[in-house]
């Protein structure tokens, strides 16, 4: 079955940097377009980060040019490179993918950013 393993999350003062890692399984990785989510205190799930598997990027307003996302194919991997982190960038992070019009995500990652 689909499985989606985040990791790397943690505490970090503001200015900071984390990277997040979410690791796929049950999937057929390299075709699929992968993206990381956020939930903060009180808030709904929004989208952070996209990549396609032709390896196209876009990324929401509010984290673009502090955060990278990238991918492992060969890892079963996706990535996201998190500076200048920001204390609302707390929030547990995911990632997802969508099949057959489903969409997965994983038990997410705490990341908390202290002012």
């Known amino acids: 079955q689909v499985q989606l393993v985040e990791s790397g999350g943690g505490l970090v003062q503001a200015g900071g940097s984390l990277r997040l890692v979410c690791a796929a399984s049950?999937?057929?990785?390299?075709?699929?377009?992968m993206g990381w989510y956020r939930q903060g205190p009180g808030k709904q799930r929004e989208w952070v980060a996209g990549?396609?598997?032709?390896?196209?990027?876009n990324y929401a307003d509010s984290v673009k040019g502090r955060f990278t996302i990238s991918r492992d194919n060969a890892k079963n991997t996706v990535y996201l490179q998190m500076n200048s982190l920001k204390p609302e960038d707390t929030a547990v992070y995911s990632c997802?993918?969508?099949?057959?019009?489903?969409?997965?995500w994983g038990q997410g990652t705490q990341v908390t950013v202290s002012s």
């Open positions: 990549i396609t598997s032709g390896g196209s990027i």
């Open positions: 049950g999937i057929i990785f390299r075709s699929k377009s």
């Open positions: 997802g993918t969508s099949i057959n019009g489903a969409n997965y």
